[in-house]
């Protein structure tokens, strides 16, 4: 299940970067809103919970619950661009400072959420279910609805960046942004859409991750390194290849925890899984489907004439 959860928050952070160039490093913490929110609109209304000591759960319907976060997600990651990365980006601010940005952005956030929390680990308002067997795997039926869940979302996003419009503009967009101005592409309004969606996923994510583990204020950071390893082994700034280099890498740490080595030494279970994705990397630099940095105004304007 690990895998589904890393394989959306890779597609994620590999849209991102493919349309903007920006490593977000506070992805993480987009991840951990998603499952806050979701916490906080669906826990009872009389419930002392995690970040809400302060405050009143509401109570709503779990799955009304799901769709605020991640609408509120969304929100989160077009006020982000509107009002942070658009104004660095006009002012031409390099690579590198907008990455510090990204870095100060996830420990702000993570340090405010833990300014209204205990620190406690909390679960979200859901019972209890008993394993069963589905396609020779033991899980429970919830995880088993968030196995569908996260590979339908993932044929959904294939589909989407392969025959829509806006899909074809982000892609235009991710070769070059210049060139994409030039055709008559509003870059900013597809950089804007890519945040929103971005950060969608993102949340949803952080929603898988709470259903089928806990709440934790710095969640999202924990797996941050895992995520980018996921995105990395798969090819970045390609969504298809973060969705298998994630599906890749949450089976490595599953399945490490079984050798015979790692008895007694579970915590490193990470560190097995990055070996191999570096294993991998020094004969595929690249990623497993990523390519070559290239582009050409034939190809762009192919891309443009589908668009339109």
């Known amino acids: 299940m690990l895998g589904i959860i890393i394989s959306v928050a890779s597609v994620a952070l590999s849209l991102l970067y493919g349309v903007t160039r920006i490593v977000n490093f506070a992805h993480g913490e987009i991840i951990a809103l998603g499952a806050i929110m979701t916490l906080f609109f669906s826990n009872p209304i009389d419930s002392k919970i995690l970040f809400l000591d302060r405050f009143s759960p509401l109570g709503i319907n779990f799955s009304i619950s799901i769709l605020i976060a991640i609408l509120i997600c969304g929100i989160f990651g077009g006020l982000l661009e509107i009002f942070l990365f658009r104004p660095l980006r006009k002012s031409e601010v390099g690579n590198i400072a907008v990455l510090v940005v990204t870095i100060g952005l996830s420990i702000f956030f993570r340090h405010l959420y833990l ?56 892609r235009a967009v991710r070769d070059s942004n210049e060139l994409a101005s030039v055709s008559g ?117 192919s891309s443009y004439s589908q668009f339109c």
């Open 115 to 170: 300014l209204f929390a205990t620190g406690r680990v909390q679960n979200l308002p859901l019972e209890l279910e008993r394993r069963q067997t589905y396609l020779f795997f033991d899980m429970t039926p919830r995880n088993f609805q968030v196995l569908i869940a996260g590979l339908i979302v993932m044929i959904f996003i294939g589909l989407f960046l392969s025959y829509t419009k806006i899909g074809k503009a982000m």
């Open 185 to 301: 592409i509003n870059s900013d309004n597809i950089i804007l859409f890519t945040w929103i969606s971005s950060s969608m996923l993102a949340g949803l994510a952080g929603i898988f991750q709470a259903i089928i583990n806990d709440v934790r204020y710095n969640m999202g950071f924990l797996i941050l390194l895992l995520i980018f390893a996921g995105t990395v082994l798969g090819g970045i700034g390609t969504s298809f290849g973060a969705m298998v280099g994630g599906l890749l890498i949450g089976i490595f740490v599953q399945v490490s925890v079984a050798l015979p080595f790692m008895e007694g030494h579970v915590e490193a279970k990470n560190a097995v899984a990055l070996a191999i994705m570096i294993l991998i990397l020094l004969f595929r630099p690249q990623g497993i489907f990523g390519q070559k940095e290239r582009i050409s105004w034939e190809y762009l304007q």
